[in-house]
């Protein structure tokens, strides 16, 4: 299972760092993707690391701003979250690969198999 925490609220242009933490598995075995999701809309693909964190990407609204990484010896992958925007908020949530061979398909949230309850990102003032 994958535990995503870390949100709350924020006023805009402040900072926020999710964690996902894994139990049961090898987080440090599985590429790893943080998606996002807000009532009404569909899944997206915020960003996503390799198993060995040299592979990485970052859908275009988030690149600058946020930062992902993998701490494997904790079994935890971070999202840290900069200068956020009231579009940022939305319930963020982790998820396994399933084969990291689908790199490329990242954002497709079929190509995950272990999914994390989410966590509620909110940007107000």
């Known amino acids: 299972q994958l535990q995503a925490y870390g949100g709350g609220l924020v006023q805009p242009g402040g900072s926020l760092r999710l964690s996902c933490a894994a139990s049961?598995?090898?987080?440090?075995?599985?590429?790893i993707g943080w998606f996002r999701q807000v009532p009404g809309k569909e899944r997206e693909g915020v960003s996503y690391?390799?198993?060995?964190?040299?592979?990485?990407k970052y859908v275009d609204s988030v690149k600058g701003r946020f930062t992902i990484s993998r701490d494997n010896a904790k079994n935890t992958v971070y999202l840290q979250m900069n200068s956020l925007k009231p579009e940022d908020t939305a319930v963020y949530s982790c998820?396994?690969?399933?084969?990291?061979?689908?790199?490329?398909?990242?954002?497709?949230?079929?190509?995950?198999?272990?999914w994390g309850q989410g966590t509620q990102v909110t940007v107000s003032s």
């Open positions: 690391i390799s198993s060995s964190g040299e592979f990485i």
């Open positions: 049961g598995f090898t987080l440090g075995d599985r590429a």
């Open positions: 998820a396994a690969q399933y084969d990291e061979r689908w790199r490329n398909y990242w954002t497709d949230a079929r190509k995950y198999v272990y």
